[in-house]
């Protein structure tokens, strides 16, 4: 059973950063893409930010490029999130995933939420202006 935990949330002011990050266990960390998602109160989770399973490769959505950096470290099976220039928007519950696919080649990495099949639980990120 693959188990993913986020942990790195808080509450921070505009123009503030934080660094999530999300230790993953149950199976070959290196060999899947991993993203990250987040959904706002009243919103439907949306995709942020991904990086494939090497992490030569990273993808963002259009809001937090520029500000956002994913990156990933296979030896300690762990996939951060580091957010900068955070503004109010960017307030949400942010969720890591695992791809389903093993080795997916980066240039067929999507952001559609059926292309990962284990998420963690969610940190929560609040962004006061």
């Known amino acids: 059973q693959v188990q993913l935990v986020e942990s790195g949330g808080g509450s921070v002011q505009a123009g503030g950063s934080l660094r999530l990050s999300c230790a993953a266990s149950?199976?070959?960390?290196?060999?899947?893409?991993m993203g990250w998602f987040r959904q706002a109160p009243g919103k439907e989770r949306e995709f942020v930010a991904a990086?494939?399973?090497?992490?030569?490769?990273?993808f963002y959505t259009d809001s937090v490029k520029g500000r956002f950096t994913i990156s990933r470290d296979n030896v300690k099976g762990t996939v951060y999130l580091q957010m900068n220039s955070l503004k109010p928007e960017d307030t949400a519950v942010y969720y890591c995933a695992a791809d389903r696919q093993k080795y997916r080649a980066p240039s067929t990495i999507r952001s559609r939420q059926n292309e990962y099949d284990y998420w963690g639980q969610g940190t929560q990120v609040t962004v006061s202006s």
């Open positions: 149950g199976r070959t960390f290196s060999s899947y893409s």
């Open positions: 990086i494939s399973w090497s992490g030569d490769s990273t």
